[in-house]
């Protein structure tokens, strides 16, 4: 028995931190994890890099790396907020900073540099300096109102300043869309995962 409760213990605390990995469901609600993720560089306009490891970087003001990413939500209740953040494991370096804008459109595998969805709104600035949890800098936009159809959402990440670089696996962390569930005055988040 005592075995048995040790080997529960590591579970449910890797749940709790919000970091589980897919299909795994508690009582809370759901953490969304991009569908899809396309890496576009600016050395290699035309060349699309779908991949599950996302990047943002810079080198001395020059081959600038960004991501774009597409997130699939369900339809939800009327009413229901959903909350953008960037959760760990990460690495980064230089200014370990990223804006996070919204597109007008959503990636595709075959979205480039130069064939990309055009860059809309600035919602978003976060420093994700390793180790550690990420900060928020600057909240433009980074609550919604979430959908009550399915819907799709496109962003892009860029770097901040001459020096950075962030990356991150869209399956275990980086950028993801929560659902806020409230229970009594608590918003409580949850930590089912999505994305194929």
């Known amino acids: 028995m005592r075995y048995t409760l040790i080997a529960i213990i590591p579970a449910l605390s890797t ?7 897919a299909d795994q469901t508690t009582l809370l609600g759901a953490i969304y994890f991009p569908d899809i993720a396309v890496v576009i560089k600016e050395d290699h306009p035309n060349k699309p890099f779908p991949t599950h490891n996302a990047q943002v970087s810079r080198t001395n003001g020059q081959n600038t790396v960004k991501t774009l990413l597409g997130f699939y939500l369900p339809g939800f209740a009327p009413g229901k907020d ?3 953040r960037f959760i760990e494991p990460y690495t980064s370096s230089g200014s370990s900073e990223m804006q996070l804008f919204t597109t007008i459109g959503y990636p595709t595998a ?12 600035h919602i978003g600035t976060f ?3 390793a180790p550690g949890p990420p900060k928020v800098i600057e909240d433009f936009d980074l609550t919604f109102d979430c959908p ?9 990440v860029q770097p901040v300043e001459d ?5 991150w696996n869209i399956r275990m962390g980086g950028f993801v869309i ?11 988040t949850g930590v089912v995962v999505r994305g194929t």
Do not use: H, M, R
């Open 163 to 167: 020096n950075d670089y962030v990356a």
């Open 178 to 188: 929560i659902p806020q569930y409230e229970q009594g005055s608590l918003v409580l």
């Open 127 to 129: 420093e994700a300096s």
């Open 15 to 21: 749940l709790a931190s919000g970091l589980a990995v």
């Open 110 to 121: 075959k979205s480039t540099w130069n064939s990309k969805p055009s860059t809309n709104n």
């Open 82 to 84: 959903c909350k953008i």
């Open 148 to 156: 009550t159809t399915p819907t799709q959402y496109g962003f892009e």
